[in-house]
C-alpha cells in the first residue's frame, strides 16, 4: 500500500501525460511557452483570481512576496507553530524574525486570538515591526481567513496564504489560493495537485504585484531579460511540468477532490469512535492533503504506527516538531510564547494514507488495524 499513490493516477492518465510529455520534446521549448500560460489562465479562472505566477517551487513563491513586500532585518512575520518548515524559513531568510504562532485546538490552524495576543506583544516590545502574517491552510483545511484578514486589517499587515496543501479547499465557496494579499502554492509531487519534480504558483488580483512578481522571478527584468532593473531570482516552472499539470489540473477537478473528500468521509464513519478524526468546520472544504487523526498520547501513537507498519501500511507524523523548536530557529527566543496546542500535536498526529485512488478494502483494512491498536 502506499500513502500517496502517483503510480495509479498515472496509469489511469498515461495516455494523456505521455502525449503531453512527447508533445513539448517534439517542439522543443523547454522553459516558458504555451503550456506556462494556459495553465496559469487555467489555475486562475479555477481558484478565482486574477493572476497566476507559476515559479520553481512553494517555497520560492513564498520568498518572491518576502522579496516584493521588501521583508527584511527588523521586521516580525506571523508564523504558525505547527506547519512545514519552510513558512518560517523564507521569513529567516530574509533576515526577518519569524514569531511562532499557536494553532487551533480542533482545526490545527493559525489560532486569531493567540495571534492577536503575539502581535500586540511585539508591538509593547518595540524592537520589531510587525509586518506580514503567514495563514497555513494546514492537511488542505483552510486557515480561518474571515478572522485573520480583520486582524491583519487592524494592525495594517499584509497577508500571504501558505495554501501549499490547501490548494482545492474552499471557504463557503470561496477557493483556497483567493485568500490574503497574495497566495502561494507548491506542485510538489505529494501535494494535492502535483506535478512530476518541483513547482510552485502565486495567486493574487493586485495587478502591480503581480508585474512585480514577473520581473522578480526572471532576474528583475524590465523590457526583456537582458534589461535588469532591479535584483531578483531565477524561478521558473518548466514546460515540461506545466503540460503535465495541464492533464494533472483537470483531474483533480473532474473528479479528485471529491474523490479524496469520499475517502475522508469513509475513514470518518469507522474511526470517530475511536480516535479524533479531522475537524471541518461548518462552511469549509478540505481538499485533503492529509488525513490526520489525533491519538491520546505519544505511547499510543507509537504503538499505533508500529502495527501499521507491521500489516504494511504507511504513516506518517506530520510533524514530529514545533517550529519554535528547530534548530535553525534557536536563535529565536521563543520560550516567551504558549505552544501547549502545538506541542500536543506534535506528540499525538498520525496521518494515514490518502489518495484518490485509495481503494474501499484498504481503508478497511487500516481501520480494522487501527481500532485493534487501541
Ligand atoms: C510543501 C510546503 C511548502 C513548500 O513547498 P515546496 O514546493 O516543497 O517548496 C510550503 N509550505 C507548506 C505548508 C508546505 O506543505
Not at 485546538?105 to 495571534?115: A, G, I, S, V
Not at 483531474?251 to 474511526?271: K, M, P
Not at 501500511?313 to 529565536?332: E, N, T
Request: glycine share 8%.
Amino acid at each position: 500500500m502506499e500513502f500517496r499513490d502517483l503510480k495509479s493516477q498515472y496509469q489511469k492518465y498515461k495516455g494523456e501525460i505521455d502525449s503531453a510529455i512527447q508533445n513539448v520534446l517534439s517542439k522543443g521549448t523547454f522553459i516558458g511557452g504555451k503550456e506556462v500560460n494556459e495553465l496559469e489562465d487555467q489555475l486562475s479562472e479555477y481558484v478565482g483570481v486574477k493572476h497566476c505566477i507559476t515559479c520553481a517551487n512553494g517555497t520560492e513563491a513564498m520568498t518572491l512576496l518576502m522579496m516584493a513586500w521588501d521583508i527584511k532585518e527588523g521586521d516580525a512575520v506571523f508564523v504558525p507553530d505547527f506547519t512545514f518548515f519552510s513558512t518560517g524559513e523564507v521569513v529567516a531568510f530574509k533576515g526577518a524574525t519569524p514569531v511562532f504562532v499557536d494553532v487551533n485546538r480542533d482545526t490545527y490552524n493559525l489560532d486569531p486570538e493567540k495571534l492577536e495576543m503575539a502581535i500586540l506583544k511585539v508591538i509593547e516590545e518595540g524592537t520589531l515591526t510587525p509586518k506580514v502574517i503567514i495563514p497555513v491552510d494546514l492537511f488542505g483545511l483552510p486557515a480561518n481567513h474571515f478572522e485573520i484578514s480583520k486582524i491583519a486589517k487592524k494592525y495594517d499587515l499584509y497577508v500571504l496564504e501558505d495554501a501549499a496543501q490547501g490548494f482545492g479547499g474552499s471557504i463557503d465557496g470561496k477557493k483556497a489560493g483567493s485568500f490574503g494579499d497574495a497566495a502561494t502554492t507548491s506542485f510538489f509531487p505529494a501535494k494535492p495537485l502535483g506535478c512530476y519534480g518541483d513547482g510552485g504558483a502565486i495567486f493574487t488580483d493586485d495587478d502591480k504585484l503581480a508585474s512585480l512578481l514577473k520581473s522578480l522571478k526572471v532576474h528583475g527584468k524590465g523590457e526583456n531579460k537582458y534589461d535588469n532593473v532591479r535584483i531578483g531570482v531565477n524561478s521558473r516552472l518548466d514546460t515540461l511540468q506545466a503540460a503535465i499539470l495541464l492533464v494533472k489540473l483537470k483531474a483533480f477537478i473532474n473528479h479528485e477532490v471529491e474523490d479524496v473528500n469520499r475517502v475522508a468521509s469513509l475513514y470518518n464513519q469507522h474511526l470517530k469512535e475511536f480516535v479524533e478524526i479531522p475537524v471541518i468546520p461548518e462552511g469549509y472544504h478540505s481538499s485533503f492533503a492529509q488525513y490526520t487523526i489525533k491519538l491520546k498520547n505519544l505511547e499510543q501513537r507509537n504503538t499505533m504506527q508500529q502495527k501499521l507498519k507491521e500489516s504494511g501500511i504507511p504513516s506518517m507524523v506530520y510533524y514530529v516538531k514545533p517550529m519554535h523548536l528547530q534548530g535553525a530557529f534557536s536563535r529565536i527566543n521563543g520560550e516567551e510564547f504558549d505552544y501547549e496546542v502545538t506541542n500536543n500535536l506534535c506528540e499525538t498526529v498520525l496521518s494515514l494514507p490518502m489518495h484518490p485512488y485509495l481503494e474501499l478494502k484498504d481503508i478497511e483494512q487500516i481501520c480494522k488495524v487501527i481500532k485493534s491498536s487501541i
